[in-house]
């Protein structure tokens, strides 16, 4: 029986569930795990967390034993391109994220740009249906472009309404709605707000790509379909800056709500490969870096470390914020599932 099918009847109970059932295996390691009940004491171990400051250790002790947020992951257009995402998902579970949450139904780790962000649109508010836990999204080079795209859609500024789209049928389904799983109510995949989502490397001259032409104008706009968005830019950039990556044509606005982020690289960054950091999570003193480090919007990188450190200051960045709106999420979770109670 899908999680869909017993929603209604059980309203919020699904706050206290890793995922939904899925119909249609396809890889076993990129599927829901079996729901899992939070203690008492896990709840209230996650409720003490600071989101800002998540050590190693509450990656560990904590949060692995509680689900976690679907990071959907969009890749450029560029072959090989495709293999620095995937670096940066064994980045990810590297540092603890569960792969469940990191890998598609299919196995893949990431969406293509080519892939159409209606159907990642309608995918953001399917994974949340199924796990009371909003995804977030991070795009490199025409997959940044993508990911903007997406909020776009979300945001309703292409159409009124979206289709839920199923990552594991990979089909759009009859529906324009989806469960909402705290309060049991439908409500339209348009007006679906993601908590975080980042974008490197976007724009340049893919901008003059087909598949990016619906995006004129909107590329630096940043809807309230998300809640914080953080933007990577870099000098001698060709393909993804604007300007070649200098100046405030790379820099991101927010339209209303949603808290926007302009983070400048160092010019030693290379497009292609921004997202290659697997290799940061396999040394512990780089972690121990990674896992310490706090946002600033022109990061600086002076350690001497015996490892590679090569994009150490993009992947502190988004690991620092996936590990932020890991902990919100879960927080959000609880609050509500113990407010039905009370």
């Known amino acids: 029986m899908s999680l869909k099918s017993w929603l209604p009847a059980v309203g919020g109970a699904v706050l206290l569930l890793l995922s939904g059932c899925a119909t249609t295996p396809l890889h076993p390691t990129a599927l829901p795990s079996a729901p899992r009940v939070l203690s008492r004491e896990l709840q209230d171990k996650i409720l003490a967390l ?28 560029i072959y090989p391109v ?62 940044g472009m993508q990911a ?9 500024h292409y159409a009124t309404n979206l289709p839920v789209w199923n990552p594991v049928t990979q089909r759009a389904e009859p529906r324009f709605e989806i469960t909402d799983p705290f309060t049991g109510a439908a409500r339209p995949v348009v007006g679906f707000r993601l908590p975080y ?37 870099f000098g001698l950039d ?38 290659s950091t697997k290799h940061l999570a ?13 946002p600033t919007d022109a990061p600086e990188f002076n350690e001497h470390f015996a490892a590679d450190t090569a994009n150490i200051l993009w992947g502190a960045d988004v690991w620092h914020s996936i590990k932020k709106h890991w902990v919100r999420e879960l927080q959000n979770l609880i609050r509500a599932r113990r407010a039905q109670k009370s």
């Open 282 to 294: 396999e040394n512990q003193q780089v972690r121990d870096w990674v896992n310490n480090y706090h």
């Open 238 to 275: 060709l393909l993804g800056g604007d300007a070649l990556g200098f100046g405030p044509a790379n820099r991101y606005q927010s339209e209303g709500q949603a808290v926007v982020r302009n983070v400048r690289l160092p010019t030693r960054y290379h497009h292609g490969t921004v997202p």
């Open 82 to 143: 495709y293999r620095a995402m995937r670096s940066f998902s064994e980045f990810l579970t590297g540092m603890g994220y569960p792969e469940a949450s990191v890998k598609l139904p299919d196995g893949k780790t990431s969406f293509s740009c080519y892939d159409g962000a209606v159907s990642i649109a309608g995918a953001t508010a399917w994974y949340y249906e199924h796990s009371g836990l909003r995804p977030m999204i991070v795009g490199h080079s025409q997959g």
């Open 148 to 156: 903007v795209k997406v909020l776009h859609h979300l945001a309703g």
């Open 197 to 233: 989502v980042t974008a490197v490397a976007a724009g340049g001259l893919t901008r003059a790509l087909p598949n990016q032409w619906d995006l004129a104008g909107k590329l630096r706009d940043v809807p309230d379909s998300v809640e914080e968005f953080t933007g990577f830019y």
């Open 50 to 77: 600071d989101p800002e400051a998540v050590t190693e250790a509450d990656v560990h002790e904590t949060l692995a034993l509680a689900p976690a947020p679907q990071v959907i992951n969009i890749h450029g257009g």
